[in-house]
Antibody, heavy 125, light 107 residues
Framework: QVQLVQSGAEVKKPGSSVKVSCKTS????????ISWVRQAPGQGLEWMGG????????NYAQVFQGRVTITADESTSTAYMDLTSLRSEDTAVYFC??????????????????WGQGTLVTVSS | DIQMTQSPSSVSASVGDRVTITCRAS??????LAWYQQKPGKAPKLLIY???SVQSGVPSRFSGSGSGTDFTLTISSLQPEDFATYYC?????????FGQGTMVEIK
């Protein structure tokens, strides 16, 4: 049974950074892709980026390019999302999500089979 | 980026009703499509992947179809626990993108 457990809620000042962790259990990171998805209050789901740890392959949504970094430590089965230059619009619940990856048509594909419980990040002065 | 457009944005239905939600991609995505269910205050749950494959543990009343640009999620007989928001998501290209969501409400 795969489980993802995220770090706790954060309150940050505008301009600062936040790092959220996601510890996985019940399955090896080597066969998984990890993504971060956020949800602003009352809004829909927004994919921020993902990583396939065994290859070190990272992909990010252009809107976050330069501000977000996703890493994974296979030795501790933990993934991290680092978001810099925070602004009030970054106030949201941040989810990590994982699933097996597939290779086809020259690219990697993956769905979000398992989800963390979410971490509320509040950006306020 | 591939735009995913769901319709309707919301639907009011009764227990036992058949509910269909559609999702249209702005360009072809083959069958790289998933459907998720989200209840308030909870993480999304994967229902359907590869457009029509039902995730393990998901009730058989949920089904998906389509390929290319047009997809549907069908709930054959709505149950009380199915009142939630549903999202489609394409897994064909980066960035991954979601539809705006369809809220299924009690009539």
């Amino acid at each position: 049974q795969v489980q993802l457990v995220q770090s706790g809620a954060e309150v940050k000042k505008p301009g600062s950074s936040v790092k959220v962790s996601c510890k996985t259990s019940g399955g090896p990171l080597s066969t998984s892709a990890i993504s971060w998805v956020r949800q602003a209050p009352g809004q829909g789901l927004e994919w921020m980026g993902g990583i396939i740890p065994v290859f070190g392959t990272e992909n990010y949504a252009q809107v976050f390019q330069g501000r977000v970094t996703i890493t994974a430590d296979e030795s501790t089965s933990t993934a991290y999302m680092d978001l810099t230059s925070l602004r009030s619009e970054d106030t949201a619940v941040y989810f990590c999500a994982s699933g097996p990856y597939y290779y086809g048509s020259g690219s990697y594909h993956y769905y979000f089979d398992y989800w963390g419980q979410g971490t509320l990040v509040t950006v306020s002065s | 980026d591939i735009q995913m457009t769901q319709s309707p944005s919301s639907v009011s239905a009764s227990v036992g009703d058949r509910v269909t939600i559609t999702c249209r991609a702005s360009q072809g995505i083959s069958s790289w499509l998933a459907w998720y269910q989200q209840k308030p205050g909870k993480a999304p749950k994967l229902l359907i992947y590869a457009a029509s494959s039902v995730q393990s543990g998901v009730p058989s009343r949920f089904s998906g179809s389509g390929s290319g640009t047009d997809f549907t999620l069908t709930i054959s007989s709505l149950q009380p626990e199915d009142f939630a928001t549903y999202y489609c998501q394409q897994a064909n290209t980066f960035p991954r993108t979601f539809g705006q969501g369809t809220m299924v409400e009690i009539k």
